[in-house]
């Protein structure tokens, strides 16, 4: 009998050792890059080589020096803070609508929502590219290559985001405190104002600084719709790869990680990932 009962008691700690060693290799696998970019980052020498000749810090300092990377970052910020308000503007409201009210077409209008989660986003960037040709030629709003076409192409993929972190928030919210605030005679502007909005706050701050990461780091539909002359962030960094590899696109991808993982931990703070992604 003791023979019996240890065997499984062994069974179960070999299994529990192999799934944390299979769960720490997979974590190396995914981390691996981004800590060998971030070593790329320090190397003194000017051509990548192992054994490094030694480390430094002045290619961060050429990072500024090269015009398409500032511009690149400031561009990149822009639409990056048009994308938060405009994803909070209309994804808010959205999110209000699917938690609080039952209406003939729910079900479509959430996974039209949260459709360019699936969608692949080079997709959506031809897809956008030849809807603002068209209403370019009907309308002559020159959308194609301009900061408002690309800003609202980031809206849209930030709009998925922001209405799974608030929906979630909001279902996770007690009706009986917006009930008790109309009861006692406030109106449901006055109740969202005073009641729900406060509650849902953290929600609200994590989903415009994920919306921000996401449309910071965008590549591909950017690529469709940046005008000539126009880059962002991720833009500039894929045209440095193209004629040059130095260690200062090394420390450009590190000022980038930098920035989202600071987004991520963030949001982190106020909601969960984990209970939206």
Wanted: aromatic share 10%; glycine share 6%.
């Amino acid at each position: 009998m003791r023979q019996t009962r240890r065997r499984p008691l062994t069974s179960l700690r070999l299994g529990g050792a192999a799934l944390r060693a299979v769960t720490a290799v997979t974590y190396a696998v995914m981390l691996l890059p981004i800590v060998f970019v971030c070593w790329l980052s320090f190397f003194k020498n000017e051509l990548l080589a192992f054994p490094p000749e030694g480390y430094t810090l002045r290619w961060f300092s050429q990072i500024w020096a090269q015009s398409q990377f500032a511009e690149g970052f400031a561009t990149s910020l822009e639409v990056g803070i048009v994308a938060m308000l405009g994803g909070l503007v209309l994804g808010v409201p959205a999110s209000l609508a699917l938690a609080r009210h039952a209406f003939r077409g729910k079900e479509a209008t959430a996974t039209l929502l949260t459709a360019p989660l699936i969608v692949p986003s080079i997709v959506i960037g031809t897809a956008l590219y030849i809807f603002f040709i068209e209403v370019e030629i009907v309308t002559g709003w020159p959308l194609t290559g301009s900061i408002v076409g690309l800003a609202l192409a980031h809206i849209l993929i930030t709009i998925p985001w922001t209405v799974r972190l608030i929906t979630a928030s909001l279902l996770g919210l007690d009706p009986a405190l917006e009930e008790a605030a109309m009861n006692l005679g406030a109106d449901r502007w006055r109740t969202l104002l005073r009641v729900t909005l406060p509650v849902i706050r953290p929600a609200v701050v994590a989903a415009a600084l994920f919306s921000f990461v996401v449309s910071f780091g965008n590549l591909e539909i950017s690529l469709f719709l940046v005008a000539p002359g126009t880059t962002t962030l991720p833009i500039a960094i894929l045209q440095y790869l193209e004629w040059k590899i130095d260690p200062t696109i090394a420390a450009v991808s590190l000022v980038q990680i930098a920035i989202i993982a600071a987004g991520m931990l963030l949001t982190n703070r106020f909601v969960k990932l984990s209970q939206v992604v």
